[in-house]
């Protein structure tokens, strides 16, 4: 299975971006090439700035130079710009709405070695509870490079969600990322299996399991958390009996969260949210540390059968 | 400058506070202590020195101003309103429901604020970035920004004194209005942020240290701001909590007390408009 890099995807995207239109402007806090904003900084050198080690002043920073009418991206990764800095991103950022688009990268327990300090687990519960935010969770090169050109596109605050580790290709050319609409990877009427990132292709092995032994799983990317894609949920939670959703995240506040909050109000159907379960990650390799906390496909199928027998 | 052009700018100033300690009293809340201490400042940058328009707060290229230290807010609608960003009369509906003029200021909600701004140590990061982006496109615009000597003691003041400095953002112009006085107390008891200019210097920022109640002294170190090509300026300027409000002036209860309206009585005596 071919596997590509996110990061670099997002680093060759902004480029592109840079090239056509002046406006754009790149901030990141010395993790250029762990982020692949390197990839810009280095070809449009007079856009770039490296803020150093000061996470906070570079959100306020993105802010002021989006208030002069520039596109301004910030990159960190995930635990910091979406942790240390809150504050910053719901006032500087979303509360003036300026035209900043934070990209975070190293995402949850996929940051593998580093270790707990580094894993945002939490970062997609803050940013859901800001007014004007709209977050994006790609699950691959593809989506990822769509996302990054939507966002620039569009007016106003965004949070992209990106992965250290490369991820297996989802998506062809063909595909056509829509904010706010979740995309149907795989039809099916019996359950339906909701996932973000790196979690979509355990998505995907769990319904081929699944399919093995006669259920038919539907299998949704819900890429973007918000604006949540309501119809389709509805239209799944109609059709099937329930749902089981997985994320490299914390159970509580993230892509479950949305959807307990949603189909809890709309459409109640049983929910197993599959993530991490209010702890701390550790050290150790992804993969190592997904079968550690339980997100695996195996886990995903017994969620649904479970639902199924009820 | 000529007395005639100081009596001018003194009389905004005098109206500029009567509409402060009124607007207080008639919301019952605010912060009238750390407004009338700005009040020079912000008279003299208005009316004497940023290139704005009133009747086109969003003009390509203009001055800018942003108020990092937001609960000043009292004294920024005042001066906007005088200024003629919008009208006088909506300044007594301060921190009301159906206000645009909330308790600290939102720059979607009144022309000519030009961030929102409350949380401390904020505002002087974004006025970085305005010099920054202004600078990227070639535009001619000067940045100027009020910080407080209270929120001096916010880490990320001193990040955004570390990246304008290194960018030598010499379109940029920053007041610290250092009345001394914290919410807790004096600044010297808190935590003191002495010494100041060997901090900002420190920082490759040319600093100034004035009178803040002085307008021929403001005027003289922005003319100083204006004229450096590779450092941003610092204009130290000293004032005096609660200034021109006989029972307010260095009484730390007016951080964030409004004065009853037996006080605005003798408020409004004392800046001769009773």
């Known amino acids: ?310 | 400058m000529k007395q005639r052009e100081l009596e001018r700018l003194a009389e905004i100033a005098r109206k500029a506070r009567v509409a402060i300690v009124r607007m207080t009293a008639a919301a019952g809340s605010g912060h009238p202590g750390g407004s009338l201490s700005a009040v020079e400042i912000l008279t003299y940058l208005y009316f004497k020195e940023l290139r704005l328009d009133p009747a086109d707060p969003q003009k390509a290229g203009r001055d800018r101003f942003v108020l990092s230290k937001g609960h000043g807010a009292p004294a920024l609608y005042a001066i906007l309103a005088l200024r003629g960003f919008f009208p006088e009369e909506i300044l007594t509906r301060l921190r009301k429901i159906d206000s645009p003029l909330q308790g600290h200021p939102h720059r979607l909600d009144i022309p000519g604020v030009e961030a929102s701004t409350g949380s401390l140590g904020q505002g002087l990061s974004i006025a970085n970035g305005m010099a920054m982006g202004y600078r990227m496109s070639g535009a001619t615009g000067r940045v100027y920004a009020l910080i407080g000597d209270g929120e001096s003691q916010e880490g990320q003041i001193w990040e955004a004194a570390m990246t304008a400095g290194f960018h030598k953002l010499s379109n940029l112009c920053v007041f610290l209005d250092y009345n001394n006085l914290q919410i807790d107390g004096r600044v010297s008891d808190i935590k003191d942020i002495a010494p100041i200019r060997a901090k900002w210097e420190a920082f490759n920022w040319n600093v100034e240290e004035i009178d803040g109640h002085d307008f021929r002294a403001i005027e003289r170190a922005v003319r100083r701001a204006r004229r450096q090509t590779q450092m941003p300026t610092m204009i130290v300027a000293r004032t005096v909590k609660g200034k021109g409000i006989s029972f307010m002036e260095n009484r730390v209860e007016f951080h964030g007390l409004a004065p009853t309206q037996e006080e605005l009585v003798t408020a409004l005596r004392d800046l001769s408009d009773g």
């Open chain 1, 1 to 310: 299975m071919v596997k590509e890099s996110l990061r670099a995807a997002y680093g060759k995207t902004l480029l592109q971006l840079g090239q056509a239109d002046k406006r754009i402007v790149v901030l990141d806090a010395d993790l250029a090439k762990s982020t692949q904003t390197i990839i810009f900084a280095k070809e449009i050198s007079d856009r770039f700035i490296d803020m150093g080690l000061a996470e906070q002043d570079m959100v306020s920073t993105a802010a002021g130079i989006a208030l002069t009418g520039k596109i301004v991206f910030a990159s960190s990764f995930c635990v910091f710009l979406a942790g240390r800095v809150f504050d910053q991103v719901r006032q500087s950022i979303c509360y003036n709405n300026a035209n900043v688009k934070l990209v975070g990268t190293h995402s949850g327990l996929g940051v593998g070695e580093d270790g707990a300090t580094h894993q945002s687990l939490e970062d997609i519960a803050l940013m859901r509870t800001l007014p004007n935010m709209r977050i994006i969770v790609p699950a691959d090169a593809v989506e990822t490079a769509q996302a990054v050109q939507c966002a620039a596109a569009m007016e106003g605050p965004f949070f992209i969600r990106l992965t250290r580790g490369n991820l297996a290709t989802v998506y062809d050319g063909g595909y056509r990322f829509a904010l706010g609409r979740a995309s149907v990877l795989k039809d099916g009427d019996a359950i339906t299996i909701v996932a973000i990132g790196a979690m979509v292709e355990k998505a995907l092995q769990a319904a081929e399991a699944l399919a093995a032994s006669g259920i038919t799983a539907a299998v949704l990317n819900l890429s973007t958390i918000k604006p949540l894609d309501g119809e389709t949920l509805l239209r799944f939670a109609r059709k099937t009996r329930g749902f089981v959703s997985i994320e490299d995240h914390s159970t509580r506040g993230g892509l479950g969260g949305a959807l307990a909050e949603f189909l809890g109000q709309n459409c109640p159907r049983p929910l197993r949210i599959i993530g991490v379960e209010d702890q701390f990650g550790r050290s150790g390799t992804p993969e190592d540390l997904y079968r550690h906390f339980g997100l695996t496909a195996d886990r995903v199928a017994a969620a649904a059968r479970a639902i199924l027998q009820q």
